[in-house]
């Protein structure tokens, strides 16, 4: 399952994604990942959340963030949740390729794991690709 947080810079996504990723730690029974560029919620979110830095790994592209992942998931069945904060720095701005990975990991997570992203922009530029998940 797919969830957005949408809106410009600067409107309190992060805080939001933040806020959810330790309630969820409290409430799911399951490893948590959270995937940033750059290391910035190191001393925000729980010890006990899975802290990706996409920088690390080189992941550049929607097609590479797939295949990372899908790496992950093949590697671990316990992830309930998959947190992402800024996807348009990790894979880029084209919006169309977003909507194509957004269907991609919705048939990947299935019912069993819940996948939530950051984008940094208003409803009104997503095209219905993307927007059928916000």
């Avoid at 899975?50 to 097609?63: H, K, N, P, Q, S």
């Amino acid at each position: 399952m797919i969830k957005l947080i949408t809106g410009k810079k600067g409107t309190g996504k992060t805080k939001i994604l933040v806020d959810m990723i330790n309630n969820a730690v409290k409430d799911t029974n399951g490893d948590l990942i959270c995937i940033e560029k750059g290391a910035k919620l190191t001393y925000d979110i729980s010890y006990k959340v899975r802290l990706v830095d996409a920088d690390r790994f080189a992941i550049e592209g929607y097609d590479a963030f797939y295949g990372f992942i899908a790496g992950m998931f093949a590697g671990n069945y316990d992830i309930k949740e998959v947190f992402i904060d800024g996807i348009l720095k990790i894979g880029g701005t084209d919006f169309d390729e977003l909507g194509k990975l957004l269907e991609k990991l919705n048939i990947l997570s299935g019912n069993d794991t819940q996948i939530t992203f950051t984008i940094s922009a208003d409803n009104s530029e997503l095209p219905e690709s993307v927007m059928q998940f916000v």
